[in-house]
Nanobody, 122 residues
Framework: VQLQASGGGLVQAGGSLRLSCAAS????????MGWFRQAPGKEREFVAA????????YYADSVKGRFTISRDNAKNMVYLQMNSLKPEDTAVYYC????????????????WGRGTLVTVSS
């Protein structure tokens, strides 16, 4: 599986962005997926995850209620809708395939895409 994240950019605090992750490979629809982020000088952290069907979603406490993960298996796409953005959301965002649904550790993700930078100005 190859992954490519896009949609990052510069946005003011309180604004919104939608990240997209395009996946290649015929097994995408059977894979759980997740988003992680890495802020400057910090370790990469879990943001959100979704099971293969899209019916189950999981969020870090820091983004719950503001971010929404979704997927379109017909298009091999995963999305992260980010609302009410804060300066502390500034990071490089990565999508990845999960070994099983709902996991939050990097070690439970195998394929990673190149990240997309989100910068939130105050």
């Amino acid at each position: 599986v190859q992954l490519q994240a896009s949609g990052g950019g510069l946005v003011q605090a309180g604004g919104s962005l939608r990240l997209s992750c395009a996946a290649s490979g015929r097994t995408f629809s059977s894979l759980a997926m997740g988003w992680f982020r890495q802020a400057p000088g910090k370790e990469r952290e879990f943001v959100a995850a979704i099971n293969w069907s899209g019916r189950s979603t999981y969020y870090a406490d820091s983004v719950k209620g503001r971010f929404t993960i979704s997927r379109d298996n017909a298009k091999n796409m995963v999305y992260l809708q980010m609302n009410s953005l804060k300066p502390e959301d500034t990071a490089v965002y990565y999508c990845a395939t999960a070994l099983r649904a709902g996991v939050r550790s990097e070690s439970d993700y195998d394929y990673w895409g190149r990240g997309t930078l989100v910068t939130v100005s105050s």
